[in-house]
């Protein structure tokens, strides 16, 4: 089976309350892009997204593993998801750009 449709969870602040929601479309594969204004926004939403046939879920790092976890136990049926993490050669570099906030 050949991926089709996965989905890109992240978020940021200033999104709308019911997330920011967008498909990217090729000729062999959707992609969701699915902004939330918080981790438990895009938890609470994610059962809905997945319901639409997604094979496959990428989380932001903001998610941590705590986060994937929770989108893991949310979900109505087993969905394989990745998490991106950054290495210790960017931990200052993003401790820095999140520190301001």
């Known amino acids: 089976m050949a991926l089709s449709k996965w989905l890109f969870l992240y978020t940021a602040n200033g999104l709308p309350a019911d997330g920011d929601v967008r ?3 090729t000729s062999s594969s959707t992609t969701i892009l699915a902004g939330f204004p ?3 926004a895009a938890i609470a939403a994610a059962p809905g997204l997945v319901a639409t046939d ?3 879920i990428e989380l932001c790092g903001g998610f941590g593993p705590v986060g994937t976890a929770k989108v893991l136990a949310a979900l109505d049926r087993p969905v394989p998801i990745g998490a ?3 290495g210790p ?3 200052d570099g993003v401790h820095a750009i999140f520190a301001k906030e």
């Open 84 to 86: 991106v993490a950054y």
């Open 89 to 91: 050669e960017s931990v």
């Open 54 to 56: 997604v094979q496959l």
């Open 23 to 25: 498909q990217v479309e």
């Open 38 to 40: 918080s981790v438990d």
